[in-house]
């Protein structure tokens, strides 16, 4: 059974630990992704970009496709089915198709033309049980034709988005879509961690996680168990 990422992701952040999101882009992978997780016991994001759902015929294959996998395979995992960086028009179209959780990123606008659209799909997705998933300050790079300049998201942004009750924030802290260039400065640790300290306990989600060195990951990791601490300790 497919659920929204809710509840996964709470558990992840009181547990310190990340949930994977798994773009998928046909059977195959999608086949993977799920055994993988079913063998490791873990919950999973399966992500679906706009152009990923158009080449699979379109929104509504994809989620009747995942969810016969699910029933199929045996999954005992929390699954979610998830929009990435959608569009206004493509996160109506992925509820409609029974998507359990999406993204709306509206980075690309002036903020407050993206607070109000996320305003209205927050309210959508929750009164329909969905998950949903916000972006201030782009991510650099291209995927899927979505490029981004790569921005440090503003803190005090990121704050008012995350009071819309949103259930995972994608802030840019200098991460990239696709392969890192040589000249990469690194994640903005600075940005992070004035932006946990603005949002509290939203989990927040690391974009372009796949080519971000080691070091970098495990600085991130250190981070995070330093900011649960102060927040521990300030309840």
């Not at 294959?61 to 995992?77: C, N, Q, R």
């Not at 329909?128 to 503003?154: F, H, N, Q, R, T």
């Not at 991460?175 to 000249?183: M, S």
């Not at 940005?191 to 600085?219: C, F, N, R, S």
Request: with cysteine; proline share 3%; charged share 20%.
């Amino acid at each position: 059974m497919l659920v929204s990422a809710t509840e996964m992701l709470k558990k992840a952040k009181a547990g310190h630990y990340a949930v994977g999101q798994f773009n998928i882009n046909n059977l195959e992978w999608t086949k993977s992704i799920l055994l993988t997780a079913e063998e490791l016991k873990s919950p999973v994001i399966l992500g679906v970009s706009e152009g990923a759902g158009k080449y699979m015929t379109g929104f509504g294959t994809v989620a009747a496709m995942v969810k016969a996998m699910d029933k199929e395979l045996g999954i005992t995992v929390p699954v979610a089915l998830h929009l990435d960086h959608g569009t206004y028009e493509g996160c109506y179209k992925c509820i409609k198709a029974g998507f359990t959780s999406i993204m709306f990123d509206g980075s690309h606008y002036p903020f407050e033309e993206n607070l109000a659209k996320s305003t209205e799909l927050v309210n959508v997705a929750h009164n329909l049980g969905l998950s949903i998933e916000c972006e201030v300050g782009s991510i650099g790079g291209e995927e899927d034709g979505v490029v981004g300049m790569g921005e440090c998201a503003d803190p005090n942004e990121c704050k008012t988005i995350a009071d819309l009750g949103v259930d995972m924030l994608a802030a840019g802290i200098g991460n990239i879509h696709g392969k890192y260039p040589a000249n990469w400065q690194g994640l903005s640790f600075e940005t992070l961690d004035a932006i946990q300290a603005k949002t509290g306990e939203m989990p927040l989600v690391l974009h372009g996680g796949t080519g971000i060195p080691a070091d970098m990951i495990a600085k991130y990791e250190q981070m995070m168990a330093q900011v649960e601490q102060r927040l521990a300790q300030m309840k």
